[in-house]
T-cell receptor
C-alpha cells in the first residue's frame, strides 16, 4: 500500500513557465513533508519541506503548498529553468526527531525545455 | 561540514556472488544511518536503518543484510546476489533542521547490476 503517491510520472514545461508537481498521501499522521530533487546517477538532494501545521512554505523559486483536508501537497517552481530538469520525489515523515523513516513517492520526471 | 561517502559507485556482479557496499559519514558523531534502494517506478524504498553501533533494523524481508561496525560506517551485504537485487543503492544520514524537519542527506549512490 503506497502511502505517498505521485501520480504523474513525467511533466514537460517550457522555460520561464510555472512547474507544478503534485503529491497525495493517505496517512493523516504524517508530521513533515519534503521534496527532493534527483539528477541521474546521483543521490537525491533536499529541496524544501513543510510542517503539517502550515499550508505554505516558500524558498526562492520553490513553494510548497499543503492541503491537509485533501491530503495533497504540491511543489511550484517559478520560473522554471532548464537546470530544474530532474526527478522530483515527494516524501513524508511519520514523526519528527529520532530516526526518520521517510516514505517516498515514485517520483515525477520534470523536463524544462527552452 | 558533514559529508557522506559511498563506494563503489558502480558494480556488476554475477548471480550468486557476494556483495559489500560501504558508506561512511564524516563531520558528525552518532548519526542515524539508512540504506535505501531506488527501483524503477517504485521510488525510494527504505531497506535498513541504524541508530547506533551494532543496532540494525530491517524494513523489508530480503536477500540483503546490513552492519554497523563503527559509529560512522554502514555496510550493506549479501551472501548470494539475486537478479532482483539490481538497483541503485543509497546511503543516508539524518539531520534535524531549525524548522524541526528531520531531513535525510544522501550519498551519491551505488549502481548494482546483477547478471
Amino acid at each position: 500500500d503506497q502511502q505517498v503517491k505521485q501520480n504523474s510520472p513525467s511533466l514537460s514545461v517550457q522555460e520561464g513557465r510555472i512547474s507544478i508537481l503534485n503529491c497525495d498521501y493517505t496517512n493523516s499522521m504524517f508530521d513533515y513533508f519534503l521534496w527532493y530533487k534527483k539528477y541521474p546517477a546521483e543521490g537525491p538532494t533536499f529541496l524544501i519541506s513543510i510542517s503539517s501545521i502550515k499550508d505554505k512554505n516558500e524558498d526562492g523559486r520553490f513553494t510548497v503548498f499543503l492541503n491537509k483536508s485533501a491530503k495533497h501537497l504540491s511543489l511550484h517552481i517559478v520560473p522554471s529553468q532548464p537546470g530544474d530538469s530532474a526527478v522530483y520525489f515527494c516524501a513524508a515523515s511519520p514523526a519528527s526527531g529520532g530516526y526518520n523513516k521517510l516514505i517516498f513517492g515514485a517520483g515525477t520526471r520534470l523536463a524544462v525545455h527552452p | 561540514s558533514q559529508t557522506i561517502h559511498q563506494w563503489p559507485a558502480t558494480l556488476v556482479q554475477p548471480v550468486g556472488s557476494p556483495l559489500s557496499l560501504e558508506c561512511t559519514v564524516e563531520g558528525t558523531s552518532n548519526p542515524n544511518l539508512y540504506w535505501y534502494r531506488q527501483a524503477a517506478g517504485r521510488g525510494l524504498q527504505l531497506l535498513f536503518y541504524s541508530v547506533g553501533i551494532g543496532q540494525i533494523s530491517s524494513e523489508v524481508p530480503q536477500n540483503l543484510s546490513a552492519s554497523r561496525p563503527q559509529d560512522r560506517q554502514f555496510i550493506l551485504s549479501s551472501k548470494k546476489l539475486l537478479l532482483s537485487d539490481s538497483g541503485f543503492y543509497l546511503c543516508a544520514w539524518s539531520l534535524v533542521l531549525p524548522s524541526g524537519a528531520n531531513v535525510l542527506t544522501f550519498g551519491a549512490g551505488s549502481r548494482l547490476t546483477v547478471l
